[in-house]
């Protein structure tokens, strides 16, 4: 079945880095865009970042450009998400997450999600 | 960006009523090209990831329950839950994909009376 896991959470000191992993299966990997959205503790949803199905294009939230940087490696079906000069605020459990399939086409909502990986930005 | 703003940020229904969740986005997330709106819904049930219930605001994802439905156009969008369960408790997000970036509303909060 499609199945997304992420991996790297934990705590991290400010400013410091970490680097998220999603590892896929079940689907062909290499035809999805892929991307990553994040869920600070008792908030909402917030989309942080996409990359196009062979890599070369790259989008960011506001929030993180300029500090965090996707990519991904086809050939292991493995999203990654590097977060440099990580702030409190990017305390949050992180989502990766495919665009939904629908009758030929992709469709910018999100099925199926990672359970996710939380990571903790405290001194 | 598209702000996307949910009402009521909660609500409590009982088993077996009807629950009505609103979206209004700043503006239309209608395509006119294809007269389609690009708007989603999920439900979120603690410590799971969200799950996509509808997408061009009333196509149902397979195997999600007839009891849930969307509507709406242009701004403003609605999810109806026609017949509350108890596994219907959850939080609820819309979402607009109609352009980047992409953008949830804050959620609704939905429990029983």
């Known amino acids: 079945q499609v199945q997304l896991v992420e991996s790297g959470g934990g705590v991290v000191q400010p400013g410091r880095s970490l680097r998220l992993s999603c590892a896929a299966s079940?689907?062909?990997?290499?035809?999805?865009?892929m991307h990553w959205v994040r869920q600070a503790p008792g908030k909402g949803l917030e989309w942080v970042a996409v990359i196009s199905y062979g890599g070369s294009d790259k989008y960011y939230a506001d929030s993180v450009k300029g500090r965090f940087i996707i990519s991904r490696d086809n050939s292991k079906n493995t999203l990654y998400l590097q977060m440099n000069s990580l702030r409190a605020e990017d305390t949050a459990v992180y989502y990766c997450?495919?665009?939904?399939?629908?009758?030929?086409?992709?469709?910018?909502?999100?099925?199926?999600w990672g359970q996710g990986t939380l990571v903790t930005v405290s001194s | 960006d598209i702000v996307m703003t949910q009402s009521p940020d909660s609500l409590a229904v009982s088993l077996g009523e009807r629950a009505t969740i609103n979206c209004k986005s700043s503006q239309s997330v209608l395509y006119s090209s294809n007269n389609k709106n690009y708007l989603a819904w999920y439900q979120q049930k603690p410590g799971q990831p969200p799950k996509l219930l509808t997408y061009?605001?009333?196509t149902r994802e397979s195997e999600v329950p007839d009891r849930f439905s969307g509507s709406g156009s242009g701004t403003d969008f609605t999810l109806t839950i026609s017949s509350l369960q108890a596994e219907d408790v959850a939080v609820y997000y819309c979402?607009?994909?109609?352009?980047?970036?992409?953008?949830f509303g804050q959620g609704t909060r939905l429990e029983i009376k």
């Open positions: 979402q607009q994909y109609y352009s980047s970036p992409i953008t």
């Open positions: 061009w605001a009333s």
């Open positions: 997450a495919r665009p939904h399939y629908d009758s030929g086409s992709y469709v910018k909502c999100f099925d199926p």
């Open positions: 079940g689907f062909t990997f290499s035809n999805y865009d």
